[in-house]
């Protein structure tokens, strides 16, 4: 299984991004596809996770109504949809999979190489 995040960068406060996680290597189905961050000095933790197989999603609280993860089948694709941006969103986005139910502690099998979001005040 392989992930790789892309579409991080350098933003305003306000501002959106989208990430991107490519998964090849196996099919999803039954899989939960994650993103986790982790700013400096910080552990790293749960943004939000959508079920491959029907949709379901969870967020943390301080992202939600924010960003949206969605899933696109026909591309193995998982995108996080980040509006309204702050600074405090500055990390390290990693996309995560695993297998069963949804969790938010970082105990998921296959992750990808990060990618980099900086939020400006």
């Known amino acids: 299984v392989q992930l790789q995040a892309s579409g991080g960068g350098l933003v305003q406060a306000g501002g959106s991004l989208r990430l991107s996680c490519a998964a090849s290597?196996?099919?999803?189905?039954?899989?939960?596809m994650g993103w986790f961050r982790q700013a400096p000095g910080k552990e790293r933790e749960f943004v939000a996770a959508?079920?491959?197989?029907?949709?379901?999603?969870h967020y943390t609280h301080s992202v939600k109504d924010r960003f949206t993860i969605s899933r696109d089948d026909a591309k193995n694709m998982i995108y996080l949809q980040m509006n309204s941006l702050k600074p405090e969103d500055t990390a390290v986005y990693y996309c995560?999979?695993?297998?069963?139910?949804?969790?938010?502690?970082?105990?998921?099998?296959?992750w990808g190489q990060g990618t980099q979001v900086t939020v400006s005040s």
């Open positions: 959508i079920l491959w197989t029907g949709g379901s999603t």
């Open positions: 290597g196996r099919t999803f189905s039954g899989y939960v």
């Open positions: 995560a999979a695993k297998t069963g139910i949804i969790s938010t502690s970082p105990s998921y099998h296959y």
